[in-house]
């Protein structure tokens, strides 16, 4: 599912219900069309195909969107943003 797609949803009555495992594509801010791929495992956690939760192991700004688009509520530790 792309995140143009998702963003069509914003009303949260009419958003589905969200078991996991669930897969978003999210759009790449750096590669013209291209899109990372993130999934909320069983656990509640999440995971990215991006290089930058690949080699850091953190949330990265995909997983933010796709948290979102899912209707979870994000902080961001200012720590990450570095």
Request: with cysteine.
């Amino acid at each position: 599912m792309k995140i143009q797609t998702l963003l069509a949803v914003t009303d949260p009555e009419k958003r589905p219900a969200w078991q996991p495992p669930v897969t978003i594509q999210v759009a790449s801010s750096s590669q013209r069309d291209h899109y990372w791929t993130c999934t909320r495992m069983a656990d509640g956690s999440w995971i990215c195909d991006c290089p930058d939760f690949t080699y850091r192991n953190k949330p990265c700004k995909h997983i933010a969107k796709a948290r979102v688009l899912c209707g979870e509520v994000v902080t961001i530790d200012p720590g990450d943003l570095l």
